[in-house]
């Protein structure tokens, strides 16, 4: 490297005598090249290059992969290239892929509700009342979280389970007769299960609004004879929006996808559109159609997502 | 009056019972790794090492044990030098197309993983590619490198660019200018970027579950398990072990995100 860079040094030093201006000499060498990345956005394009080349090749590409897929037809075991539209047409109308593409939208937009009506107290606790600790507050609620997502799962198999913590714990002290069978194995105990897992995800962006949110409002709120449930409506419900909207959003997609809690504590009634998909692209070895199902999940989500989003924002403006 | 407690009360109460629910299943698994029974439940039966015991020797767990280290090792090298590209951009560039591009690298937090899965899944097979280790640890790069992005910002935007340009004023070349004052400048973040994604590897599921092809790593190992209500508590026992090298790597992360945040404070 050293001996390489040498004659530049002695070529510079010889074109330009001058000592002083040297550095700057080099600094021009140094960025030379085509024309567009001499400029702003050239050099912006060039830095974000390596991650930006990285995920359109393994998540665009593969994206548009299987959306291609969900066109064409398994035959055995080669794949039949013609176009088609029966796999959508049995994504959509099969009773089996419709009532697991309905329950698991049911699941996921329940989940997020529930997870931001619990969340929003506790963000509102940390911004306001956090203090010198709000750091500290929010590593403590996040901790749970990176605990392992299978692990979390697992957990609430063991506690909900027949012979069970919960179950065993209430027999031991006498509450009940015998164990209760409705607590495991159904879609309530899936949506308990992903509430827990996904909290922490919805306090992040309810605590970054809410600290968004300018005091002096409220306090001029309360000068002007607003009490507490008017300055909550009026104007902390409406400026954290945005915060409850990406909360929404942030648990509510990818829980719609989700594989493990359906298996480990769904049962045969709590089986979510990803058991399907997974089941397509294993035992029963149909990629057209598992890709299929994959791509209606997303665009339904999606569209229920953006249909959330309207609605909320209307209520604001209901409130204003 | 005395009779109402107050708002300011209540909301307390409140957080202290959430908090408390947030970490009862996460500390259930510790208690039950170590109580002398065969199943999970109450009352408890007394303290026994015994589950852990059995882990030790268990070449299949050990196996799983390494890849999953290869693969944490490799996603939190892999998706920090990548991470490091997309924070400068973001915080020392402005051009067009920044936002979409920034939101591409960062699309995998929202999706659902089972999608991401499949359609890797997919693609790596088509290509003719054997299932294996690197196989996981490109699906982990993806899921990794946004949080590796949302460290290393607020490490760059910790420090100001006036440095690495009197760095450059002062003579130093670009790779110069990147050992000797953007690195260490960024050290802290780095380190918490390191850390945060190695956790995100080791607990990783779906993606190696479908990835992973005959090398599982630990969770997927723990997956396999789950199928014998006999290893129940070995498997609990090896949970609590997992879940005490998280805490221990993400209380470092925060201490040396602190520390960056720390050194930003005494800028000048």
């Known amino acids: 490297m050293g001996t390489a860079g040498k004659p530049g040094h002695g070529e510079e030093a010889h074109l330009q005598p001058s000592a002083p201006t040297l550095p700057v000499e080099r600094s021009a060498r140094r960025t030379g090249g085509p024309r567009f990345l001499q400029t702003e956005t050239g050099k912006g394009w060039l830095t974000i290059s390596p991650p930006l080349i990285y995920a359109v090749l393994l998540l665009i590409g593969p994206i548009i992969v299987i959306i291609t897929h969900s066109f064409w037809t398994q035959d055995y075991l080669t794949i039949d290239r013609t176009f088609t539209l029966d796999n959508y047409k049995a994504a959509l109308t099969e009773p089996i892929y419709r009532d697991l593409l309905m329950r698991s939208l049911f699941v996921s937009v329940t989940v997020a509700f529930v997870t931001v009506i619990l969340a929003y107290p506790v963000a509102w606790f940390v911004s306001f009342h956090g203090g010198r600790y709000k750091g500290l507050w929010l590593f403590i609620i996040t901790v749970p979280f990176w ?136 035992k029963a070895s149909n990629w057209p159609l598992g890709a299929a199902l994959a791509v209606t999940t997303m665009v339904i989500v999606s569209l229920v997502a953006g249909a959330i989003v309207l609605m909320l924002l209307g209520l604001k403006r209901l409130f204003k | 009056m005395k009779l109402l407690p107050s708002p300011r009360r209540v909301l307390s109460t409140y957080v202290i019972f959430y908090v408390a629910i947030l970490y009862f299943p996460v500390l259930l698994l510790p208690i039950f790794s170590v109580n002398d029974s065969a199943t999970p439940m109450l009352p408890l039966a007394g303290f026994t090492l015994k589950w852990y015991e059995g882990l030790s020797g268990n070449a299949a767990m050990l196996g799983a044990a390494w890849n999953s280290l290869i693969v944490g090792v490799s996603a939190a090298f892999l998706s920090t030098v990548l991470g490091i590209c997309a924070a400068r951009a973001i915080t020392r560039h402005r051009f ?75 003579g130093e070349t670009a790779f110069g200018t990147l050992r000797r004052v953007t690195l260490p400048m960024l050290a802290p973040s780095i380190v918490s970027s390191l850390l945060v994604t190695f956790t995100i590897s080791l607990d990783e599921f779906i993606l190696a579950f479908f990835l992973s092809g005959t090398e599982p790593t630990l969770p997927v190992y723990i997956w396999g398990q789950l199928r014998f209500a006999a290893k129940l ?36």
Not at chain 1, 161 to 168: A, D, I, Q
Request: aromatic fraction near 6%; glycine fraction near 8%; charge should be neutral.
């Open chain 1, 147 to 282: 605990s392992g997502y299978l692990l979390r799962i697992l957990s609430w198999k063991v506690i909900l389970g027949y012979k069970g913590v919960l179950n065993s714990g209430l027999l031991y002290l006498g509450v009940i007769a015998e164990p209760l069978n409705w607590l495991i194995y159904n879609v309530n105990a899936v949506i308990i299960t992903l509430a827990h897992s996904w909290a922490a995800f919805a306090i992040l962006p309810l605590f970054v609004s809410l600290e968004k949110l300018d005091r002096s409002l409220l306090e001029a709120a309360a000068d002007l004879g607003d009490g507490p449930v008017r300055r909550f409506l009026r104007v902390t419900l409406p400026l954290t929006m945005p915060g409850i909207i990406a909360a929404l959003l942030i648990v509510m997609i990818p829980t719609v996808g989700d594989y493990v809690t359906p298996r480990l504590v769904g049962g045969k009634d709590g089986v979510m559109i990803a058991n399907a998909i997974q089941a397509q692209f294993g």
């Open chain 2, 96 to 170: 067009r197309g920044l936002g979409a591009a920034s939101g591409l690298i960062m699309a995998p937090l929202i999706l659902p993983e089972i999608i991401i899965a499949i359609s890797l899944l997919v693609v790596l097979l088509g290509l003719g590619l054997e299932l294996s280790l690197i196989t996981v640890i490109l699906g982990h790069l993806l899921i990794c490198v946004p949080y590796s992005v949302t460290v290393l910002v607020s490490g760059f935007e910790g420090f100001d660019p006036s440095m690495e340009e009197a760095s450059r004023d002062l």
């Open chain 2, 233 to 268: 508590p070995n498997v609990l026992a090896l949970g609590s072990i997992l879940i005490a090298a998280s805490l221990v790597l993400l209380t470092a992360a925060e201490l040396f995100r602190r520390r960056a945040e720390r050194k930003m404070e005494l800028r000048p």
